[in-house]
């Protein structure tokens, strides 16, 4: 029997497989091996991806391990807040994956699960929730609040007094126009800003935006 922690990287698609090797040099750095460390996925393509067992998700569960560790590697929020919920019945703990050259300034609140992506910046005075996804090259400025389950593609300009809510999705290098102390600019429940959009004013819950300056595509019910 092995008992010591396994590690999981659930999602083996795009997402998953640039989390992988973030998982890998923060486990070896605390010398666990490898092989403790494998995607998990329940609708598998291959057996073995860029060197790492992929296991369903029921054969992670059955695999002896002291500890079960994993990151939800998955860009969809929905699917992100649903396996949440599952893993946490199950006694899986939430793994955050923050990349070295990630830069954090003072006074940040970073809920579980998080994923910093390389060349993430986060400064100061900053509250974000939980399974947050900021890809490469993101940034969040000053006194921004971030909801659970944000997602942000590469490249997305997050500037100071943003409150950002719940399932929000951000596409790669959307511009987000800074807000004032006491009145922030405001990004609603489940809205998904457009890729390249420059966003110059609050944007409904459950509203898409795309272009420059961003202007309203379509409004869905938000699910908030
Ligand atoms: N997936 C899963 N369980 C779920 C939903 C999705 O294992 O309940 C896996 C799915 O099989 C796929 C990955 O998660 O391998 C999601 O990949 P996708 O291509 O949607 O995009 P990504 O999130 O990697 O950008």
Redesign the pocket.
């Known amino acids: 029997m092995n008992f010591s922690p396994l590690f999981g990287v659930?999602?083996?698609?795009?997402?998953?497989?640039?989390v992988m090797p973030l998982v890998r040099q923060q486990i070896t750095g605390r010398g666990i091996a490898t092989d403790r460390l494998v995607f998990?996925?329940?609708?598998?393509?291959a057996a073995n991806i860029n060197g790492h067992k992929v296991m369903s998700?029921e054969e992670f569960l059955a695999t002896s391990a002291d500890e079960r560790h994993i990151v939800l590697?998955?860009?969809?929020s929905r699917?992100r807040e649903?396996?949440a919920l599952c893993c946490g019945k199950d006694n899986v703990k939430s793994l955050s994956v923050i990349a070295a050259n990630v830069v954090m300034m003072d006074e940040i609140k970073l809920g579980e699960g998080a994923i910093l992506s390389p060349f993430v910046t986060i400064t100061s005075n900053i509250a974000i929730g939980r399974h947050f996804h900021a890809n490469i090259y993101s940034y969040v400025e000053h006194d921004c609040i971030i909801g659970d389950f944000v997602t942000f593609a590469p490249g997305v300009q997050c500037n100071g007094n943003i409150v950002i809510e719940d399932h929000a999705y951000v596409g790669a290098g959307a511009v987000i126009k800074q807000g004032l102390p006491g009145n922030p600019l405001v990004i609603g429940c489940g809205a998904t800003i457009g890729m390249g959009a420059v966003v110059t004013k609050s944007v409904p819950a459950g509203a898409t935006v795309i272009g420059n300056p961003a202007r309203i595509m379509t409004i869905k019910d938000s699910e908030c």
């Open positions: 659930y999602g083996a698609a795009g997402c998953g497989r640039g998990v996925d329940d609708n598998p393509k998700y590697a998955i860009a969809n699917i649903r396996l």
